[in-house]
């Protein structure tokens, strides 16, 4: 046994964060094979995208629970405990059950370090360590899967999946994915598997297009937002979504932005879809599960008076749906803490940010590998004329404390948000 404690497994993951993005499928493969392809005994839906991943995850989850499935999610970043990342119905898996999956897991990574496919990535561990939970220690109905980076090359991209899923496209993580809206969505379109059905929530006809010819030449049905199914604003949070076969209207949905209605309506095709493939959902319980569900960290308010919402967008196309949603502050004014990590177009994010209504912008920074340092906050501040603090906990502390304030947004990286959020809870 190489752990006996909670701390000593954490550790040792957080340890090959050294090891860096690691595209490529050879190491999951080689693990995979050792533990008989845990990947192969469960039932799957895979999500990749820029952005809406866990919230569209979320939506289906709670549709499913409400139908009485069990449910084994697998997300990141992690906002409250690493546990989470793993997860059923919602409940993160136990500490004990991180120290027996690591204890199987590291004689492989170390197997791993003497080839020529070298140490595995901490992301690859944990895929692993989540095949092997769900297929050996725990008892799921079906498991929804979200990609961690692109896809084609993603260390979850080892299973056949009853239905994939793509959100959003947007420019991401452009050193691993490519340059171009067109060649990140190819890297994503590699989660699509031959005749294996294809829901896109993505808005680029362009993309749109090159997705059709893609699920052509694999022999797999696409349904298109915009096209094959239908999502429209009904009122503030109300969803009406119509698809052959299924008209919905009126429908609550539980995480504030426009942008969510759109996840909520992909969420609703994979559900349609799961009806196909004898799960048992009925509309009153489609409407159930939009209706409750939320998620931490994604325009989540935090208290009333003054009022404090926390927002993970940690990309461009993150901030243009939160400055779309900002019509919820009803042009009161904002005081905008936000951060973002080194290799993110932080400046166009400001430019974007400052078009809120109302706005205070206050740049900072956090305790984390990739963060910006301080002669860098204070350099981006005073080249685009916003304001920086170099105590963020200081900050908010005091301005949650403020009745005067009126709207407190904190935004950027997800990292960010989860430090954020565990110090006013």
């Not at 999500?47 to 549709?63: E, P, Q, Y």
């Not at 895929?127 to 939970?133: D, E, G, R, S």
């Not at 994010?349 to 002669?375: H, Q, W």
Request: charged residues 25%; aromatic residues 8%; negative net charge.
């Amino acid at each position: 046994m190489y752990f006996k404690e909670y701390s000593e497994a954490i550790t040792w993951i957080h340890g090959t964060l050294r090891m860096g993005i690691k595209p490529g499928l050879k190491r999951m493969e080689y693990m995979l094979t050792k533990l008989d392809h845990p990947e192969n005994k469960n039932k799957w839906v895979h999500i990749a995208g820029t952005n809406g991943k866990g919230s569209t995850l979320t939506f289906i989850r709670n549709v499913l629970e409400q139908s009485g499935y069990k449910v084994g999610t697998f997300t990141s970043p992690y906002i409250e405990s690493f546990n989470e990342r793993i997860s059923i119905n919602g409940i993160p898996v136990d500490n004990d059950a991180i120290i027996t999956l690591c204890n199987r897991i590291k004689p492989l990574a170390d197997e791993l370090a003497d080839t020529e496919w070298g140490h595995p990535s901490e992301f690859e561990i944990i895929t692993v360590m989540m095949f092997l939970y769900f297929a050996e220690y725990a008892t799921i109905d079906i498991g929804l899967v979200e990609v961690g980076l692109g896809g084609r090359l993603d260390s979850t991209n080892v299973i056949t999946p009853l239905i994939s899923v793509v959100t959003t496209i947007g420019m991401d993580h452009m050193e691993f994915l490519g340059n171009t809206i067109h060649d990140i969505a190819l890297e994503k379109a590699g989660i699509f598997k031959p005749d294996i059905p294809i829901v896109s929530g993505v808005i680029q006809v362009e993309v749109q297009e090159l997705y059709k010819v893609r699920a052509d030449d694999l022999g797999s049905a696409i349904y298109q937002l915009g096209v094959n199914f239908i999502a429209e604003k009904d009122s503030n949070q109300r969803l009406s979504y119509a698809a052959p076969g299924l008209e919905l209207t009126n429908i609550p949905v539980g995480l504030l932005g426009d942008h969510q209605l759109n996840n909520a309506a992909v969420a609703l095709k994979t559900v349609e879809l799961l009806k196909e493939k004898q799960f048992q959902i009925t509309d009153n319980q489609m409407r159930a599960g939009l209706k409750g569900s939320r998620w931490p960290g994604r325009l989540e308010k935090m208290q009333d008076s003054p009022t404090i919402y926390l927002d993970g967008a940690h990309n461009i196309e993150g901030i243009k749906a939160l400055v779309k949603a900002s019509d919820i502050f009803h042009g009161e004014p904002v005081k905008l803490l936000f951060t973002a990590l080194q290799d993110k177009e932080f400046v166009e994010m400001i430019k974007l940010l400052k078009t809120i209504e109302n706005v205070d912008i206050f740049l900072t920074t956090f305790d984390y590998p990739r963060a910006l340092s301080v002669n860098e906050i204070e350099k981006i501040a005073s080249e685009n004329d916003i304001s920086f603090v170099l105590d963020w906990k200081m900050a908010t502390g005091k301005w949650a404390q403020d009745k005067s304030e009126n709207v407190i947004m904190v935004t950027g990286s997800l990292y960010f948000i989860a430090e954020v959020r565990k110090m006013l809870l």
